[in-house]
C-alpha cells in the first residue's frame, strides 16, 4: 500500500493526482486481465544458494540443531539467485521465537530488475515445533485488528488490542496485514479494489457483502470475519494464511471466503512462492492483477519453512525510485530472495509501501512516539486496519 499525497505517485495511494505511476498501475490491471494478457507465472526456479555465513543460526544454526527450529526441508531446483548478507543484529524473545535484522545484496535473474541492495531487512522467526509439551509457553501466530472508532490503529496499538481479544496470548513480533481503505483520507483511491467506494468501506464487515467494510482482505478471529476479500478488479487472486494449526499459505478467487472451520486467518497477496507436491521442489509464484506486484516499495511478506513461520519486511518507502536497489523492492524480486536466501517453502506478500512496518516488543523503535518499531517506516508509521503476529501462549 503506498501514498501518494503530492508525488503524483497512485499505487495504492490516495491524491487526486494519479501521475505516470498511477496510469501505469492501470496499465498493468488492463493488460492482467485481457485475454492473454500479462502474467508473472511460475519460473519453477530457485533455491537456497546461501552466502550468508554471517547469518547462519537463520539456516543451520544454534536454534535449529537445538531443535527449536525446522528440523525438515523441501527439496527446491538449482537456483539462479545469489545473496550475501550481514547480520546486524540476532535477539531471542522467547523459546522458538527470534529476530534478526540484515544487510543484504543480492541477484534475482527472474526480475525485471535483478539487482537489490544493499537494503536492510527484518525477519521474525517462530519455530512452530516448540509445543507445549517441550515448553510452557509455545510460539503462536494470530491475527489482530484494530478496534478504534475509526477502525485504524498503529501496529503496535494493534498489538496491545491483540493481547486482549485473544485470551492468552502475548505479541511478540507483528508486521503490517492485508489490502484495506483508508477511511482517514477523503482522497483515497482504492486500487486494489477497483470501484469499492468510501460508502461501502463505512459499512460493518458483512458475510453478504464482500465489499463492506474497511478491509479489502479477509481476517477471520476465532472464527468470526473481521473482513472478506473484495470482488473487484485488482484482486483476482488473493491468497490467504490460515494460522490454525499446521499453518498454510491458500489461494482464492476475487471475493472468495473460507471454510467455516478455519478460527484463525488473514490474507492478502500476490503469492510469491508455491510447493510442486508432483516435482517436490519449492518455485517462485507470482501471479494476478494485484498492482502492487510491480510496485517497487518497502515491503512485507510472511513465509514457512519446515515447521518455521517467518514475518519478513524490506526497507524503504512509498516514494523509492524504481532504479534504486538499495530503497524497496518489488514482489519477484521479493520471492526470489525468499527461495533463494531464506529458503522458504511457500510465501506470501502483504500489503506493503507506506503500510510495512515490523514491530518487536520491547524494543525502543527508530522513531520517536512509535515504540517497537525496528523497520525504517519511511515517512512514519501508518494507520492500519490489521496486523499479523508471532507470539507465545500464556
Known sequence: MVQPATSGKLGRTRGSAWGWRGLASMAWVVCALAPGGLTLAASGRGTPSVHASQFADLRHGDRVSAGSSATHRRSRQAGRGTWSCVL???????????????????????????????????????????????????????????????????????????????????PLIGVNGGYFFEVNREDFIDDVCFGKFRKAALEPASMTDPNAGIGDSLTIINGTYASSNCDKIGNSKPVAAVLDSPPRFVKLGRGERLPSSVRWAIG???????????????????????????EHSSNTAIALRGDEFMLVTFDGSDLCPNADPTCGINSRQFAGFLLDHVGADTAMEMDQGGSTVMWVNGQPGTVPGEPGVVSNPGRGERLLFNGIFIGIGE
Open 88 to 170: 546486524l543484529s540476532n535477539m531471542t524473545l522467547a523459546e522458538g521465537v527470534w529476530w534478526t535484522k540484515q544487510n543484504c545484496t543480492g541477484t534475482v535473474p527472474e526480475a525485471l530488475d535483478p539487482h537489490v541492495g544493499p537494503i536492510i531487512v527484518n525477519i521474525g522467526h517462530a519455530a512452530l515445533s516448540t509445543t507445549s509439551a517441550s515448553v510452557a509457553n509455545p510460539p503462536m501466530i494470530r491475527p489482530g485488528v484494530a478496534r478504534t472508532p475509526i477502525g485504524l490503529a498503529k501496529l503496535h496499538d494493534i498489538a496491545a488490542n491483540t493481547s486482549v481479544e485473544v485470551p492468552g496470548f502475548k
Open 268 to 294: 492478502a497477496g500476490p503469492n510469491l512462492v508455491s510447493f510442486n507436491d508432483t516435482t517436490g521442489q519449492s518455485y517462485i509464484d507470482v501471479e494476478g492483477d494485484n498492482v502492487n506486484i510491480v
